[in-house]
């Protein structure tokens, strides 16, 4: 894995996940995307083998500007080996996991789809010319094991739960049609574990009962599943340990 972009480079498990990548390998390029370069922490946003481009989830226009300056960066013609996308939006001041239905709202429903399933699908259509090449490409979404539909028991979280659903089931329509046009590739949904972030933080005293990772742990998790992908993988939903999940 050499070239790489990772989308929501500025949360725990993107910012871990970037710092992994670059450590693992002296060669490897990482484009990270992120609304403000400047939540992206030191050591990292310094790093010189890192590049960040600005990115929003929630401006439709935002991938064709994300290709634009990626091409400054690794052209369409070197391609990219790994797309991460690791962005994702659970809370935000008002915005709250719902607990009945009378909390559903509109605007938060349309916020969580476009962070957590419509963000990732422009942005895979965008980098269509950089899967071109002959080796591996790996199209990783970090979802969530609630976003399963059969594995739901407890209800609620109507907005989140569909959106990742969402995100789970653009993975599976994007592993029919990417094979056709880009192969070899693997595009798969993971879940990383339940880990300690500003997205997990609001449930920290339900999670006690959990085993709770540090980013940099899911980070390492992560990595053992997404370097042993291949071409066989296409269109799985695995788990921070490698163990498949159910859609
Ligand atoms: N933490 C857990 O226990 C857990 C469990 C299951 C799944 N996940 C999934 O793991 C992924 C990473 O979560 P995390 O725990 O690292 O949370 P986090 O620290 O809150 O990171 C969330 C990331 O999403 C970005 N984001 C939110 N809205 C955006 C927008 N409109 N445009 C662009 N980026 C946006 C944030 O950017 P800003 O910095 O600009 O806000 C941040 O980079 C998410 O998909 C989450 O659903 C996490």
Same mark, same amino acid.
């Given at each position: ?5 990772? =989308? ?9 996940l ?7 390998? /002296? /060669? ?6 992120c ?9 990292? *946003?310094?790093?010189?083998?890192? @590049?960040?481009? =600005?990115?929003?989830?929630?401006d ?16 369409a ?11 994702g ?12 239905l ?9 916020? =969580?789809?476009?962070?957590? +399933?419509?963000?990732? =699908? ?5 980098l269509?010319?950089?899967? *071109?090449?002959?080796?591996?490409? *790996?199209v ?15 209800g ?12 789970n ?24 574990? @339940? ?20 980013? +940099? /742990? ?29 859609w």
């Amino acid at each position: 894995m050499k070239h790489i972009l990772l =989308a929501g480079v500025s949360g725990a498990i993107g910012g871990a996940l970037a710092q992994a990548l670059l450590a693992r390998d /002296e /060669e490897s390029i990482v484009v990270g995307l992120c609304r403000d370069a400047a939540k992206v922490p030191e050591p990292l *946003r310094s790093h010189s083998r890192l @590049t960040l481009l =600005a990115w929003d989830a929630e401006d439709d226009q935002s991938p064709d500007a994300v290709a634009r300056a990626l091409e400054k960066t690794i052209p369409a013609s070197k391609g990219i080996d790994t797309f991460i996308y690791a962005a994702g939006l659970l809370h935000d001041g008002p915005m709250f996991p719902e607990k009945r239905l009378e909390e559903l709202e509109a605007k938060n429903m349309a916020r =969580a789809f476009a962070v957590n +399933a419509t963000g990732f =699908a422009l942005l895979v259509q965008a980098l269509l010319p950089w899967f *071109r090449h002959r080796d591996l490409k *790996r199209v990783v979404a970090i979802s969530a094991k609630v976003g399963s539909i059969e594995d739901n028991r407890l209800g609620g979280w109507y907005a989140y739960r569909s959106s990742k659903a969402a995100l789970n089931m653009l993975i599976r329509t994007l592993s029919v049609e990417l094979p056709r046009r880009c192969k070899p590739i693997a595009c798969v949904s993971l879940h990383p574990g @339940t880990t300690d972030s500003a997205l997990s933080d609001p449930f920290s005293q339900s999670l006690a009962q959990l085993q709770v990772h540090s980013p +940099a /742990e899911t980070a390492e998790n992560l990595m053992s599943v997404i370097e042993g992908l291949s071409a066989e993988d296409n269109g799985r939903f695995l788990s921070w340990d490698g163990s498949a999940l159910p859609w």
